[in-house]
């Protein structure tokens, strides 16, 4: 019989208000929200906070530190056509902008990172 391992998302760059906020987002999808790498244990995604375009390369070498082969979705403060392109080509495989709607972030989690589907989703 297979194990069900609970999806794990690391957050990196947040503060406890967006944390919370974004740990009932992901907990209605079956994924447990961590703020340390070391209790992510693994994480099947990152979560990258980035605040300013600056933060981007430095926060993606981080997130690649913490967890090199999981997908990384980089969370903006505002939809940013500049900010966006230039998180993915630095290796993002998505970015949600914080002010958009979070039934957006659940539909995005769901279709651009398939593989964490849970039997919650």
Do not use: K, N, W, Y
């Not at 903006?76 to 902008?97: H, I, Y």
């Amino acid at each position: 019989m297979a194990s069900l391992r609970t999806t794990r998302a690391l957050l990196l760059g947040a503060d406890e208000s967006l944390a919370s906020l974004l740990a009932d987002v992901l907990g209605d999808l079956g994924i447990a929200l961590f703020l340390d790498a070391t209790d992510a244990a693994g994480p099947d995604l990152v979560l990258a906070h980035v605040e300013r375009g600056e933060a981007i390369l430095p926060i993606l070498t981080r997130a690649r530190a913490c967890a090199a082969a999981v997908p990384i979705l980089v969370l903006l403060p505002f939809a940013d056509e500049r900010l966006v392109s230039r998180a993915l080509c630095q290796g993002a495989r998505a970015c949600f902008a914080l002010g958009r709607p979070l039934d957006e972030l659940r539909t995005l989690l769901r279709t651009q990172f398939p593989s964490l589907e849970t039997t919650h989703g």
